[in-house]
């Protein structure tokens, strides 16, 4: 499925996030399709819950990524 997205795509991860690490993200960058334009972003000093642990990295992480 995610090598026939063309699309601009964020990956957002947490770096403490222990059911899906940082690496198993980068694969999921790695296989998106060749025109995706996909971005990482990856937030520190969070768990799972990003949104609640740190609200305003994932606003910024979020802006930037639809200003590009």
Do not use: Y
């Amino acid at each position: 499925m995610l090598r026939s997205m063309c699309i601009p795509t964020l990956i957002l991860t947490e770096r403490q996030a222990s059911w899906a690490n940082v690496e198993q993200h980068r694969a999921m960058q790695g296989l998106t399709g060749p025109d995706a334009g996909d971005v990482l972003e990856v937030i520190k000093d969070s768990g799972h819950m990003v949104p609640i642990e740190r609200p305003a990295e994932l606003a910024q992480a979020l802006l930037g990524w639809l200003a590009r």
